[in-house]
């Protein structure tokens, strides 16, 4: 077994150990803390797929701030009332999800892994490459990802700001 | 054997199942929604695996960044709503939330 | 770098428009708040100047991820037009509300601009970023009745279901993107001609995961069950909104995506996407019988609508793309004159949605009672209003496909929907003592949208050769 394969059955398992315990947990603060363990680690699987900037966003935009809002929120709210319940057709949902998983992973088995890396230059997910990419190829989603956020803050404001 | 594009794919397809698990079986919006936030997750290891090992460009990569804003405004969006539920109701169960007639 | 802007003008000017709303909102006082109606529709009368002055142009932009042309701009135009029908028939009924007027118009101006992206994006992510637009600024417009219980409600269906969509989109945009190196919807249909037989697994999986996630956003049975209640919870403009736009902005993209580029696997969704149409038709209209509530029959119709829409994708060709774009045309002037008359009967608290309110409407109101029986002999497709017309094609369509049983079912399906319709109906001209309904001095612009759906319905039903020809014109630039 090689280092790399062992680091990726490592991260690989602690990923979906914790999101095991996003699932179990009744209470949702440790479903919360489990979910950012697991943005966590899926931010250093990034690191082993030459993504660093990506890493580096997931774990400040992810794990950091849409995980820190998860947590106001549970905070502000009656915890009491964030008792999870499950609902009885929870069989179907196994179900459905087992299902899907093995057609999915029976999916990709079809499909022989490339051997070895493919080269990759230094630079490669550096914040120098995405930048480039994204100012110029991908320039126009980029715009309208301005829009979306945009909504995004109207309809918190409206929707959550208390009538004064 | 190394590790492969395969690899990365099951464990993408691993946290798509168990996001699918948590949104079809927990009642507790926020649950559901972070569920949701795995499901995300999941398309985002594939993004990332595909850029690497297939296509040799940082397209993938590029969709992830487009993927994590998208999270971020479905996160403020839903946990206002979930606020304004609360604040009518004074609980977040999807279940228990029922005014509308069947 | 030499960019060309011209794909952006209609859509550029929407965003403008939203953006001049919300800022004027912020300084003038409550009673002057008109103004920001008459900019919305100002901006949007703009933006359909400078589609139709864009008319006939085939070009792209961005390494051809947004095209313009005609398929594109017939979409545009029936966006605005109906976000401006949406602003009218709300006017009043935001001010009897308390939902805040500036964000309402700037929401729906920036979801008809989500839309509009969705029907010229010709790359995937632009489709996906165009649709998530459209979808968290309808989230927020349901949920912006604060003080309604239901409306709040009815947003965090909307929202979870939404949001779970989304991840099937996202994950089934993420197989293409592997199995074919790309998200460009050209790049895609070249890479479906040489990909190897395992390849095209994994692409098979997420346009299977595509089709799921598009089938939930024009709901289609079994993905419907959100519907009756987010359309019945949301406030009446909203509701008229999303199943007319909404819906049309995911056929759009259904068609640009299934119809044109990934035209080469249609023999792998024809057999159950015709099962889909079937099924959501049928379903569609039985649950409708059973309602006593006339905004929650109108939901279970929108989804018998969307069954008979998918017949349209199920022929394709020529015929069924010219059927699926004038259909959307007839069934948006109907939907929104029915959601209209309902929004006219609201009176402060009381929403008078149940059957029973429409009694004796007729003799109240005579414009609203001609205008309902109007929509509800069209929506259930009796000549010659532009429901029949439509229906007609649509059934034309499959039979020239070669799907002779799919036209039978919807035949029957119809006769099936009058049943529901023409209770509305009877109801207003042989029953007494329901609502009063508003008067025209009361609600003058949604009577005016009211009016703009009657010529609509009754013109597409007498006269459809232009509207015909407009369809087919806008679906043939699609090649």
Do not use: C
């Not at chain 1, 660093?52 to 995980?67: R, T």
């Not at chain 3, 509530?293 to 017949?311: C, D, T």
């Amino acid at each position: 077994m090689s280092g790399d394969m062992i680091l990726f059955f490592i991260l690989a398992s602690l990923s979906v150990i914790f999101s095991l315990l996003v699932i179990f947990p009744r209470n949702v603060v440790h479903s919360a803390m489990a979910l950012a363990a697991t943005l966590f680690f899926v931010a250093v699987l990034f690191l082993t797929l030459d993504a660093p900037m990506l890493a580096i966003l997931q774990v400040l935009v992810y794990a950091g701030a849409i995980m820190i809002l998860f947590l106001f929120v549970i905070m502000l709210l009656n915890p009491a009332a964030l008792e999870g319940r499950r609902i009885a057709w929870w069989t179907l949902g196994s179900l459905a999800a087992v299902a899907l998983l093995l057609e999915l992973v029976s999916l990709f088995f079809y499909r022989p892994s490339p051997s070895g890396q493919p080269p990759v230059a230094a630079a490669f997910g550096g914040p120098e490459t995405l930048a480039q990419s994204l100012f110029t190829d991908f320039a126009l989603p980029f715009e309208i990802a301005s829009v979306l956020l945009l909504v995004a803050i109207i309809g918190a404001v409206a929707l959550a700001k208390r009538e004064g | 054997m190394a590790i492969g594009l395969t690899h990365y794919l099951v464990l993408g397809a691993i946290l798509f199942s168990l996001g699918l698990y948590t949104v079809l079986t927990r009642r507790n919006a926020i649950s559901v929604l972070m569920g949701v936030e795995l499901i995300l997750n999941s398309a985002n290891i594939n993004y990332v695996a595909f850029s690497h090992f297939s296509s040799g460009n940082v397209d993938g990569q590029i969709y992830a960044i487009f993927v994590i804003m998208l999270a971020a405004a479905e996160a403020a969006v839903g946990l206002a709503i979930v606020l304004a539920i609360f604040q009518l109701f004074h609980t977040i169960d999807v279940g228990a939330v029922e005014t509308l007639k069947e | 770098m030499e960019t060309n802007l011209a794909p952006l003008l209609p859509s550029a000017e929407v965003v403008l428009t939203a953006l001049s709303v919300l800022l004027l909102d912020l300084f003038i006082r409550k009673d002057e708040k008109g103004l920001l109606v008459w900019i919305s529709l100002i901006g949007l009368a703009l933006a359909g100047g400078m589609a139709l002055f864009l008319w006939g142009s085939h070009e792209g932009a961005f390494q051809d991820s947004i095209l313009l042309d005609d398929f594109a701009l017939f979409f545009t135009e029936l966006f605005l037009g109906a976000a401006a029908i949406t602003i009218l028939s709300s006017v009043h009924y935001v001010r009897e509300t308390n939902i805040h007027e500036g964000e309402f118009y700037a929401l729906v101006l920036l979801s008809t601009f989500g839309m509009i992206l969705m029907a010229a994006a010709n790359d995937l992510i632009l489709f996906f970023l165009g649709l998530e637009t459209m979808s968290i600024g309808v989230y927020i417009l349901t949920g912006m009745w604060r003080e309604r219980s239901q409306a709040s409600e009815a947003a965090m269906k909307y929202f979870l279901i939404g949001a779970f969509a989304t991840g099937f989109l996202l994950y089934g945009i993420a197989l293409i993107y592997g199995a074919a190196g790309s998200t460009h919807l050209g790049r895609i249909a070249s890479a479906l001609g040489q990909t190897k037989s395992h390849g095209s697994i994994i692409l098979s999986a997420g346009v299977f995961l595509l089709f799921v996630g598009l089938a939930f956003k024009v709901a289609a049975v079994p993905f419907h069950f959100w519907v009756p209640d987010v359309y019945d919870g949301a406030p009446t403009p909203v509701s008229a909104f999303m199943a007319v736009a909404v819906k049309a902005a995911a056929f759009a993209g259904w068609a640009r995506i299934f119809l044109y580029q990934l035209s080469p696997l249609q023999s792998e969704w024809t057999l159950p996407l015709k099962a889909l149409a079937i099924l959501t038709m049928t379903v569609g209209n039985l649950l409708a019988i059973s309602q006593s509530s006339v905004k929650r029959m109108l939901a279970y119709s929108s989804i018998a609508h969307a069954g008979y829409l998918l017949i349209a994708l199920v022929a394709g060709g020529e015929s069924g793309g010219q059927a699926l774009l004038f259909y959307l045309l007839s069934y948006a002037a109907m939907t929104f004159g029915a959601f209209g008359v309902l929004i006219a009967l609201k009176e402060g608290e009381n929403d008078h949605e149940a059957y029973s309110d429409f009694a004796g409407l007729g003799f109240k109101r005579p414009f609203l009672g001609m205008a309902m029986s109007l929509f509800m002999l069209s929506l259930a497709g009796f000549p010659p209003l532009a429901g029949f017309t439509g229906k007609f094609y649509l059934f034309r369509s499959a039979v020239v496909a070669g799907h002779i049983d799919l036209a039978i079912i919807g035949a029957l399906n119809s006769l099936l929907s009058v049943v529901y319709y023409l209770r509305v109906i009877v109801m207003m001209y042989m029953e007494e003592g329901g609502a009063e309904g508003k008067p025209f001095a009361r609600a003058p612009y949604l009577y005016l949208a009211i009016a703009i759906a009657v010529l609509g319905t009754v013109y597409l039903g007498v006269l459809p050769a232009p509207a015909l020809d407009l369809s087919r014109i806008s679906f043939i630039s699609l090649h």
